[in-house]
């Protein structure tokens, strides 16, 4: 079991294979330390002791969604950007949600070339969702608090982000290196046949001409997805571990 000085806040990015490696982070936490909701935390309990209390925070919930102090350490995992969404497109329009946009969509029913290219704010922040969780808040509302997506901002608020406040990035089709990296700085283990792998494949059909389509839509992400491949690689190179 990690000591308590050890405080981990993982984010899962949707459709990115984290429940996999949430697991494995929860078996190395005791149970009554690990905050698994996004909302628990804002209970009548100050703020110092509730993230004094819990070493492990995970869930679906952006870098600055919470408050939390400098002691936790921000870990995530990335998948390629255009199978992640496309996996995310099929969700929506597949299985039973209560998100609002989720139910928009299996109303509506857009093919995947309307849901990539589409401008509702509440849609378009799921095309390029990686760069979405990852950057911070701030860069999504505009002054009077409205929501707003300036992607140029936010890809450049998510890579700073990814460089200077998350302590590492995962590749969900790199498990080995991985979870070698994160056995190393965060002590945790397990077998890679219960880590999520990327399909070879895409869950529907899409031509040639579509998929330059849609990586020009995705072009925050993809960039983000390598340099995230970029940090992983100095990170097991400087630490012995390649």
């Not at 070493?55 to 939390?68: S, T």
């Not at 509302?141 to 982000?161: I, P, Q, T, W």
């Not at 302590?167 to 397990?190: A, C, N």
């Not at 070879?200 to 040639?208: E, L, P, Q, R």
């Amino acid at each position: 079991m990690v000591t308590n000085e050890l405080k981990v806040a993982f984010t899962h990015i949707p459709k990115t294979g984290g429940r996999s490696w949430k697991k494995l982070f929860r078996e190395k936490f005791q149970r009554y330390k690990i905050m698994n909701s996004a909302n628990a935390w804002q209970t009548n309990m100050p703020h110092d002791t509730v993230f004094g209390y819990y070493n492990l925070f995970i869930g679906h919930f952006g870098y600055d969604q919470i408050p939390l102090p400098r002691s936790f350490k921000y870990v995530t995992i990335l998948r390629e950007p255009v199978a992640r969404t496309i996996s995310q497109y099929n969700h929506f329009i597949n299985m039973p949600s209560n998100m609002e946009v989720a139910a928009k969509m299996r109303e509506e029913k857009p093919s995947l070339m309307e849901f990539i290219d589409n401008e509702d704010p509440n849609i378009l922040f799921w095309v390029n969702a990686q760069t979405g969780y990852i950057c911070s808040s701030l860069e999504m509302v505009d002054e009077e608090g409205k929501l707003v997506y300036d992607l140029r901002d936010m890809f450049f608020s998510a890579c700073h982000n990814i460089c200077q406040n998350y302590d590492s990035v995962g590749i969900l089709e790199r498990p080995e290196d991985t979870l070698k990296l994160f056995q190393h700085r965060y002590g945790i283990g397990g077998d890679l046949d219960t880590v999520g792998v990327t399909p070879k494949k895409y869950k529907v059909d899409v031509s040639k001409e579509d998929l330059e389509i849609i990586r020009d839509q995705l072009e925050p992400d993809i960039a983000l997805y390598n340099l995230a491949g970029e940090l992983l690689n100095e990170a097991l190179f400087k630490e012995g571990l390649d």
